[in-house]
């Protein structure tokens, strides 16, 4: 490559980062990873604000939920009214009564079996309802594990194809080799852009989930109290 040519290259090569110019002067096999990046990084943030609403609504509505419960006067009627609601709590709540009507039938014949049952149908439900929530959050772990890896394979296949301009245009200037290796980088710094947040908010919502399911098992322990104790009067 002559002096005139470098003095032409340089005179046109961009004076700052371009990202969306990156994307598209990219090899093809870059350019799959970034758009898969970038889907999963709209993905997260999907998740991310969705997930966000869905626990600050459903914290409300299990506190409402809680308070009015305790606060009944007659629980067969509370039941009945809202027993069904779409809330944990009511869920727990109506598996532990359907287990005491159907043992309490007719004769109560051995009562620690019959906490036991108690206990076991609400701790099933409160299992299955932290395993409702937090069922999304996989994909969050996914991609803050695979996301880093994904950018780096469109780094290295980048740098390959910059390695061979190298060699087809039998010149090892810098010039050449520099538009592609800023490509190669984009895929990564990519990948870095959808894992960061992914890992974060996974963190932090398991986080949430186990609080939340902490609370559940202080509800399905306090209305366990409450069915032993009307066993003793029986």
Known sequence: MTTLSLLA?????????????????????????????????????????SFTLRM??????TRRYEDDFWQA??????????GKRDVPSARIAQAAVGEWRR??????????????RIST????????????ISERLNFLATVGAVAPFVGLFGTVWGIM????????????????VAPGISEALFATAI????????????NRFSHMVERYEAGLHRFSDRLHATFSRQLEQR
């Open 9 to 49: 290259a340089t005179a046109a090569a961009p004076t700052s980062l371009d990202p969306v110019q990156l994307f598209l002067d990219a090899d093809i096999v870059v350019k799959l990873v970034m758009v898969g990046l970038l889907l999963a990084s709209v993905w997260v943030w999907t998740i991310i604000v």
């Open 56 to 61: 600050r609504k459903l914290r409300g509505e």
């Open 73 to 82: 006067e007659n629980f067969d009627r509370f039941m009945k009214e809202r």
């Open 103 to 116: 043992s309490t039938k007719g004769e109560v014949r051995d009562p620690e079996a019959l906490r036991g």
């Open 121 to 132: 149908a609400m701790e099933s439900q409160v299992a299955a309802e932290a395993d409702e």
């Open 161 to 176: 194809n910059s390695f061979f301009q190298i060699g087809a245009q039998e010149s090892s200037s810098l010039a050449v």
């Open 191 to 202: 990948g870095l852009f959808a894992a960061i947040p992914a890992v974060i908010a996974y």
